[in-house]
C-alpha cells in the first residue's frame, strides 16, 4: 500500500513538471512568432516603429504571465503533501541557479512597463553601444555598429546606467569633431562646417532639435565640434561621414589646413 502511494505521489510530480515544460514551450514559441512578425510589420510605420515595437515585450509578459497562471492553477489542484513537495523542489531550484533568471525576469518587467529605453532606440550599457533589437524577458539583444549581437542580462538595468541616445524618439542628435591648424581661418573654418551641417539631407533642424558649432583650443590643433539631429537614427553614421566629408573637402579648396604638432614655444597665434 505504502509503494503504491508513493509511485501515484511521484506520478503527481512528474505529471506536472511535465505540463509545465509543455506551457513554457508552447509561451516561449508563441512569444518569438508574435515578436518576430510585429518588429517586421513595424517598418511600414515609419517614424512610429518604434511606438510599434514597444508593443513586443508587453505581449510577452502577457504570453509569460498566463503561462505562470496556468501553472499556479495546476500547482493548487495538488494535495498537501504534494504541494509541500514541489515547494521545496521549487526553492531548491531558485537556491541552485534560478535567482538569476527572476532578477532577468524582475528586469524585463521594468523594461517593459519604466521605458527606459525601447526597441530602436541606441543605447550605452556598460561597455556596450548600439540599437535595441529585441527585448526578451531574460534579456535585451542590441546590434554594435559593428553588426555584432549583444546579449545582455535585463538584471543589468538595475545594476548599471543605461543612456539612451534618442529616448524613443526617431530623431537623435549626432557629434562631429573637425580639427584644424591654429594657423587657419577660425572664422571661415566655422562658416563652412555650419554649412556642411545645415545642407546635410539628413539633419532635422526644429525648435526641439537645434544644432550647434563649439571650438575648443587644443594643444596641437582646434576642435570644431558640431551637435545636430539627424533626422533617422538609422542614418546616424551616414550622417556624420557626409558632414564630415564635405567640410573636408571645402577645407582643402579654401586652403584650411589639418593641425601640425608644434614644439612648446613655438605655437602660433590663432587667426
Known sequence: MVDLT?????????????????????????AKILSFVLIRFSNQFGHARIAVRMIVPIINIIIYSTAILLMVRQIVSLGTIELVAFSGLFGAAIGFGLKDVFANIIGGVIIAFEKPFRIGDRITMGEHYGE??????????????????????NYKIITQ???????????????????????????????????????????????????????????????????????DLRDEFECMAEISRRTKRAFQQEGILPPRYYVPGEMPEAS
Request: with cysteine; charged share 20%; glycine share 2%.
Open 6 to 30: 508513493s509511485t501515484e505521489f511521484y506520478d503527481e510530480i512528474l505529471s506536472l513538471a511535465l505540463d509545465a515544460v509543455i506551457i513554457f514551450i508552447g509561451a516561449y514559441v508563441l
Open 132 to 153: 535595441v533589437a529585441e527585448i526578451g524577458m531574460l534579456d535585451t539583444r542590441i546590434v554594435t555598429p559593428d553588426d555584432n549581437y549583444i546579449t545582455i542580462p
Open 161 to 231: 546606467s543605461v543612456a539612451s541616445a534618442n529616448a524613443g524618439f526617431t530623431e537623435m542628435m549626432v557629434v562631429i569633431d573637425i580639427y584644424i591648424d591654429h594657423s587657419a581661418d577660425l572664422d571661415r573654418a566655422i562658416t563652412i562646417f555650419k554649412e556642411a551641417v545645415v545642407t546635410s539631407r539628413h539633419v532635422y533642424i526644429s525648435d526641439r532639435c537645434f544644432y550647434t558649432i563649439l571650438t575648443e583650443n587644443q594643444l596641437h590643433s582646434v576642435r570644431l565640434r558640431a551637435r545636430a539631429y539627424v533626422w
